[in-house]
């Protein structure tokens, strides 16, 4: 497939199926995996088309074509956006809006990932059809660190958490993604900061190194997501399950497995 898959290893816990339309993001975060991966070659703080596309109206068309191949999977699992970039940036979002488009015509659930605050009055701007219907098949999620300094090219944390309340408050589905965790106090700040507009967590650790864990403060960080008030949702990615040594079936009831259903 050239416009969707199903992503491996790590980026599992995230979908079971992925739509990479681009390749390359503005948001030039110092720790983005792609910078390191067999992808390097092919990054950059502009993106691109994925190479094989001709235009945008190709894009579209490949994508039709594989959505209804796997109809019947999507309309199970959904599809997340996106891997390779952000999905909602400007240099994206047009495109991006035409493939959810389609998605909500064929009752696929859509997942949109983004450190891009500000981006839903461009959204709405640009989309063509029921409301009713992007809020039964479409959440909007955003990864907040807490250290804006590590993502330079993007809008701050805090715009994004003025984002997901806004979109919130509208009625629509929001999860956020505290990955990677920089430091623990940083990620329990931007949760504590966002449990009234929030619908589920992901916490996971930063990947290929940059930081060095404190086993004591994760430990404590893990008793702080205990006693969070409401019992959020919450989804512990493998890699911090695995540094705190922690069996999954001794976690409290709030705490989801990787197939949690955000739609549900």
């Known amino acids: 497939m050239e416009t969707m898959y199903k992503p491996k290893g790590k980026a599992s816990e995230c979908s079971m199926y992925s739509c990479n339309l681009y390749t390359g993001c503005s948001n030039n975060c110092v720790y983005c995996y792609l910078k390191r991966s067999h992808m390097s070659g092919y990054w950059g703080t502009v993106?691109?088309?994925?190479?094989?596309?001709?235009?945008?109206?190709?894009?579209?068309?490949?994508?039709?074509?594989?959505?209804?191949?796997?109809?019947?999977?999507?309309?199970?699992?959904?599809?997340?956006?996106?891997?390779?970039?952000?999905?909602?940036?400007?240099?994206?979002?047009?495109?991006?809006?035409?493939?959810?488009?389609?998605?909500?015509?064929?009752s696929v659930n859509v997942k949109l990932l983004t450190k891009y605050g500000g981006f839903e009055?461009?959204?709405?701007?640009?989309?063509?059809?029921?409301?009713?219907?992007?809020k039964e098949h479409v959440a909007f999620g955003v990864t907040l660190t807490g250290h804006n300094e590590w993502e330079p090219g993007a809008p701050s944390n805090e715009k994004r958490i003025e984002s997901m309340r806004k979109l919130h408050s509208l009625g629509y589905r929001t999860f956020e993604s505290d990955e990677p965790i920089i430091d623990f106090k940083s990620?329990?700040?931007?949760?504590?900061?966002?449990?009234?507009?929030?619908?589920?967590?992901?916490?996971?650790?930063?990947s290929g190194g940059g930081v060095k864990y404190d086993l004591k403060k994760g430990r404590k960080f893990l008793k702080g997501l205990k006693r969070l008030p409401g019992q959020p949702k919450i989804y512990l990615k493998d890699s911090l399950v695995s540094f705190l040594g922690i069996d999954r079936n001794m976690l409290p009831r709030n705490f989801v497995e990787r197939n949690y259903n955000i739609f549900k």
């Open 121 to 134: 009055d461009s959204f709405f701007n640009l989309f063509n059809g029921s409301v009713s219907a992007l």
């Open 187 to 206: 990620t329990m700040k931007m949760i504590t900061e966002t449990l009234d507009c929030c619908d589920f967590y992901k916490i996971g650790l930063m």
């Open 47 to 106: 993106p691109t088309l994925k190479g094989y596309f001709k235009d945008e109206n190709d894009v579209v068309n490949v994508f039709q074509k594989e959505l209804s191949e796997c109809l019947p999977y999507l309309q199970k699992y959904g599809l997340s956006m996106s891997f390779t970039t952000d999905p909602l940036i400007p240099e994206t979002i047009g495109l991006t809006v035409k493939v959810v488009e389609i998605c909500i015509k064929n």
